[in-house]
């Protein structure tokens, strides 16, 4: 599959599906969202307490965590749903095929297309989103919150991985739809609130290494974690430190679940699709 894989086919799959998106407009308005909440967060984020201003760049993290949680897995789900059953319905897929290029080549190139467009907007939209306080930070606080913006992209490619299998697998745009709003429901809304009842329905006897295992089993809350443990002072405010196994907080393993997140869907869809 790798071996006789043509990179540029690939590029041109993916160029396409990345122009597409800049001329629908999709990138900018994508980008404004993030950029004004970024904005907003930053410096009015603790209104509630009393104080406007931006508190620092651990705070506006944290802020930024919940908020990117709703938002990103969203936007992904949405903009890969009908990357294929939508090119089946319009009978451009048949013709795609009737090509000189496989399947693998025209799933890879629409992924790495609409990832390019995923990340393109939320780099200009949280870079730009802090630009008016970029002399109130410093050179660590700048790593801190790049390292943010990357895991949200590769929360983004979970989500968009899974937003391609569910293209794969749905016959028509409808089904497609509606099982990508549904998987963000699971996944945002219902999936801690599971997690919540069976603590609760556990009496305590559940231990940490089960449930650091479970909370595995969530792109959002790998997200949450590689964001929590890059700082104590976010630690602080979330208050998980004492109830996650210790391999499960280094950023490196974090890194690699979410890894396998972006993979083993795209895998299972290139599978179906051939």
Same mark, same amino acid.
């Given at each position: 599959?790798?071996?006789?894989?043509?990179?540029?086919?690939?590029?041109?799959? $993916?160029?396409?599906?990345?122009?597409?998106?800049?001329?629908?407009?999709?990138?900018? $308005?994508?980008?404004? %969202?993030?950029?004004? &909440?970024?904005?907003?967060? =930053?410096? &009015?984020?603790?209104?509630?307490?009393?104080?406007?201003?931006?508190?620092?760049? @651990? *705070?506006? +993290?944290?802020?930024?965590?919940?908020? *990117? %949680?709703?938002?990103?897995?969203?936007? !992904? /789900?949405? /903009?890969?749903? @009908?990357? *294929?059953?939508?090119?089946?319905?319009?009978?451009?897929?048949?013709?795609?095929?009737?090509?000189? %290029?496989?399947?693998?080549?025209?799933?890879?190139?629409?992924?790495?297309?609409?990832?390019? !467009?995923? $990340?393109?907007?939320?780099?200009?939209?949280?870079?730009?989103?802090?630009?008016?306080?970029?002399?109130?930070?410093?050179?660590?606080?700048?790593?801190?919150?790049?390292?943010?913006?990357?895991?949200?992209?590769?929360?983004?490619? !979970? &989500?968009?991985?899974?937003?391609?299998?569910?293209?794969?697998?749905?016959?028509?745009?409808?089904?497609?739809?509606?099982?990508? #709003? =549904?998987?963000?429901?699971?996944?945002?809304? #219902?999936?801690?609130?599971?997690?919540?009842?069976?603590?609760? =329905?556990?009496?305590?006897?559940?231990?940490?290494?089960?449930?650091? !295992?479970?909370?595995?089993?969530?792109?959002?809350?790998?997200?949450?974690?590689?964001? %929590?443990?890059?700082?104590?002072?976010?630690?602080?405010?979330?208050? /998980?430190?004492? *109830?996650?196994?210790?391999?499960?907080?280094?950023?490196?393993?974090?890194?690699? #679940?979410?890894?396998?997140? +972006?993979?083993?869907?795209? /895998? #299972?869809?290139?599978?179906?699709?051939?």
């Amino acid at each position: 599959m790798f071996k006789c894989m043509e990179l540029r086919q690939v590029r041109i799959i $993916a160029g396409k599906e990345f122009r597409d998106r800049i001329r629908n407009l999709w990138v900018l $308005a994508v980008a404004v %969202i993030f950029s004004l &909440f970024a904005l907003a967060i =930053a410096y &009015f984020g603790s209104a509630q307490q009393g104080s406007v201003g931006f508190r620092g760049i @651990d *705070v506006t +993290i944290a802020s930024l965590v919940s908020l *990117v %949680i709703y938002l990103v897995p969203l936007i !992904a /789900l949405i /903009l890969g749903y @009908d990357a *294929v059953v939508g090119e089946r319905e319009r009978g451009s897929l048949e013709l795609l095929l009737s090509m000189p %290029i496989t399947r693998f080549e025209v799933l890879l190139g629409k992924y790495l297309g609409l990832s390019a !467009a995923l $990340a393109c907007s939320t780099v200009i939209g949280f870079g730009a989103g802090l630009l008016p306080l970029a002399s109130q930070l410093g050179t660590a606080d700048l790593y801190h919150y790049l390292g943010f913006v990357l895991s949200a992209i590769l929360m983004g490619m !979970a &989500f968009l991985s899974l937003s391609l299998l569910v293209s794969v697998l749905t016959s028509d745009r409808m089904r497609a739809s509606g099982l990508a #709003i =549904a998987l963000w429901f699971f996944f945002v809304l #219902i999936f801690d609130l599971l997690l919540t009842g069976a603590l609760v =329905a556990s009496q305590g006897s559940l231990s940490s290494g089960v449930f650091g !295992a479970l909370l595995m089993l969530n792109p959002a809350d790998v997200f949450r974690l590689l964001n %929590i443990f890059s700082s104590e002072q976010v630690q602080a405010m979330y208050g /998980l430190a004492t *109830v996650m196994p210790e391999n499960l907080t280094q950023p490196s393993v974090l890194a690699g #679940i979410m890894l396998g997140w +972006i993979v083993i869907p795209f /895998l #299972i869809a290139n599978w179906r699709f051939k």
